[in-house]
């Protein structure tokens, strides 16, 4: 069955770095496209990056420039490269499997941006 697995997070404080990865297993990962999604407290799911089977990339507004998605198909691994973060930033990451947030996805990992 698909597993996906989130680690990486933490407490940063503003302006730090985390890097979250996402072992996937039980499904042929270099096939699908894969998406990072959060949800922070009190509000609903949102996609914050996506990557296509060809490594292409796109990010949610709030994240350009700060973030960066990649994937390495011999790892089945998908990760998060976040720099510069701020204290919205804070919330429980995911990987989904797939594009937008309706896919199966892991049990995810706590980011908290805090001074």
């Known amino acids: 069955q698909v597993q996906l697995v989130e680690s990486g997070g933490g407490l940063a404080q503003p302006g730090g770095s985390l890097k979250l990865s996402c072992a996937a297993s039980g499904f042929t990962f270099s096939m699908y496209p894969m998406t990072w999604a959060r949800q922070a407290p009190g509000k609903g799911l949102e996609w914050v990056s996506k990557i296509g089977v060809g490594s292409d990339t796109i990010y949610a507004d709030s994240v350009k420039g700060r973030f960066t998605i990649s994937r390495d198909n011999t790892k089945n691994t998908l990760y998060l490269q976040m720099n510069s973060l701020k204290p919205e930033d804070t919330a429980l990451y995911y990987c989904?499997?797939?594009?937008?947030?309706?896919?199966?996805r892991g049990q995810g990992t706590q980011v908290t941006v805090s001074s």
């Open positions: 989904v499997k797939g594009l937008g947030t309706f896919g199966t």
